[in-house]
């Protein structure tokens, strides 16, 4: 499966961003996604998690209640939604797929498809 990320951009803190991953060359529905992100200078880090029909999700401590997981295996599209962006937001944020895989998987290892990331930089 090929993943394609975008929405990114640059947002004052407080603002909002939502960033799709669309995927192709798969059934999408077979496939857990994951959100890691990337901030300057720092190796990756999980951000969440969608199960394979959307019904459950897993969100990292720094981003619970800000960030919102979801999927519309219709459009083969996950979808992050992002509200009260910080500063410490600021990253590139790619998104994963893994076959049969579930919300549990939280470790970059555990996923095999990768998207080619998109840049969120939030300012103060």
């Known amino acids: 499966v090929q993943l394609q990320a975008s929405g990114g951009g640059l947002v004052q803190a407080g603002g909002s961003l939502r960033l799709s991953c669309v995927a192709s060359?798969?059934?999408?529905?077979?496939?857990?996604v994951g959100w890691f992100r990337q901030p300057p200078g720092k190796e990756h880090e999980f951000v969440t998690a969608?199960?394979?029909?959307?019904?459950?999700?897993k969100y990292a401590d720094s981003v619970k209640g800000r960030f919102t997981n979801s999927r519309d295996n219709a459009k083969n599209t996950v979808y992050l939604q992002m509200d009260s962006l910080k500063p410490e937001d600021t990253a590139v944020y790619y998104c994963?797929?893994?076959?049969?895989?579930?919300?549990?998987?939280?470790?970059?290892?555990?996923?095999?498809?990768w998207g080619q990331g998109t840049l969120v930089t939030v300012s103060s």
């Open positions: 060359g798969g059934t999408f529905r077979d496939y857990a």
């Open positions: 994963a797929a893994t076959l049969y895989g579930s919300s549990r998987n939280d470790k970059p290892g555990q996923y095999m498809y």
């Open positions: 969608i199960s394979l029909n959307g019904g459950a999700t």
